[in-house]
């Protein structure tokens, strides 16, 4: 258990170095394109910091481990609300942007609410399946999502006042073309190796301790391949860069419903047991209860006591499943 341990901490310096590098050169690619921060959270920073799930979903799909890739899925999503938020909240109050509130958190459910049909859609003998043609359906949402948020920012940079701040932001940014590619493939590299880590090594100990795989990969597994979007948060709370934050959970999320358990899917179709519909209409009222508290407040953020209060709920989502 002693090299699990040291492997873990190994795991946890390139995360945070990992999240450093993926940060920076996120906000310079913002900077020199001229495009917004949000953009590069809901895209590049969202599939940089997934690397982890999609690789363990590939292993997990081949090998058979259904459990695991649906409950890694919807884990991470419940860390990503609750946990992230909760923590980059404590650090400094977080901003939602009026397009994360009105378009992707809908999507978000709307998502959500697709998981839960297709996982109750085929049954076969006692055991419902996520099929691979309904892999396929889940793998072009992923792709539309993506068009979608390049088309909202074209839609955003023709408004006049976008253009200005494109055009003064643009201006700032001295690192070179080639440096911040540097700095994203180190990110990226940092936080798929930290990842691998500390998720293997938890994964062992949880073993050597007799933990069940749903319980390994809704909660251990969940939180540790999230490890490179709460490292990504607190970088970027720490920085003030909110809105790379928030589009990064968003994307993220989006992301690891549709991609990991499509991908998953299409390699082996996947058995959804009755449990996972608990999960998903847990992470629909965490989603609406989000939305909820955005809006109700007037600077549109999370404060310090919001981010308490997810934190708890965390906890206590952890604690109903042992």
């Given at each position: ?146 068009l979608y948020t390049i088309y909202e920012e074209k839609q955003m940079k023709n408004q ?68 490179p979007e709460i490292i990504t948060g607190i970088i970027s709370a720490r920085k003030n ?76 989502y952890i604690v109903s499943l042992t």
């Amino acid at each position: 258990m002693l090299k699990e341990i040291i492997l873990i901490v190994i795991g946890f310096v390139f995360l945070v170095k990992g999240a450093d590098l993926l940060v920076k050169a996120a906000t310079s690619i913002a900077k020199k394109f001229g495009l917004s921060e949000m953009l590069i959270g809901l895209t590049i920073v969202a599939l940089g910091t997934s690397l982890p799930e999609v690789f363990i979903t590939i292993t997990s799909s081949i090998d058979g481990h259904s459990d695991l890739i649906i409950g890694n899925a919807i884990g991470s999503c419940i860390c990503n609300f609750l946990f992230v938020i909760g923590i980059s909240s404590l650090i400094r109050p977080v901003k939602f942007d009026k397009r994360i509130v009105n378009r992707h958190l809908p999507i978000s459910i709307a998502t959500m609410i697709l998981v839960l049909v297709l996982g109750n859609t085929n049954k076969i003998g006692d055991a419902h399946l996520i099929t691979r043609w309904q892999g396929v359906v889940l793998l072009v949402c992923t792709f539309l999502y993506i068009l979608y948020t390049i088309y909202e920012e074209k839609q955003m940079k023709n408004q006049k006042m976008d253009e200005e701040i494109v055009k003064d932001v643009k201006s700032k940014e001295k690192n070179s073309i080639v440096t911040i590619l540097i700095f994203l493939v180190l990110g990226i590299l940092g936080l798929k190796f930290g990842s691998d880590f500390v998720v293997d090594s938890s994964i062992n100990i949880a073993l050597l301790l007799g933990l069940s795989e749903r319980f390994i990969g809704t909660t251990i597994v969940a939180v540790g391949t999230a490890l490179p979007e709460i490292i990504t948060g607190i970088i970027s709370a720490r920085k003030n860069e909110t809105d790379l934050l928030l589009g990064n959970i968003a994307g993220s999320n989006i992301l690891n419903l549709c991609l990991l358990i499509g991908l998953g899917a299409i390699i082996n179709p996947l058995v959804f047991i009755a449990d996972f519909n608990s999960s998903i209409i847990v992470l629909i009222i965490i989603t609406i209860l989000l939305q909820y508290i955005a809006t109700k407040n007037k600077k549109n953020e999370l404060n310090r006591e919001v981010g308490v209060f997810l934190i708890f709920m965390y906890i206590i989502y952890i604690v109903s499943l042992t």
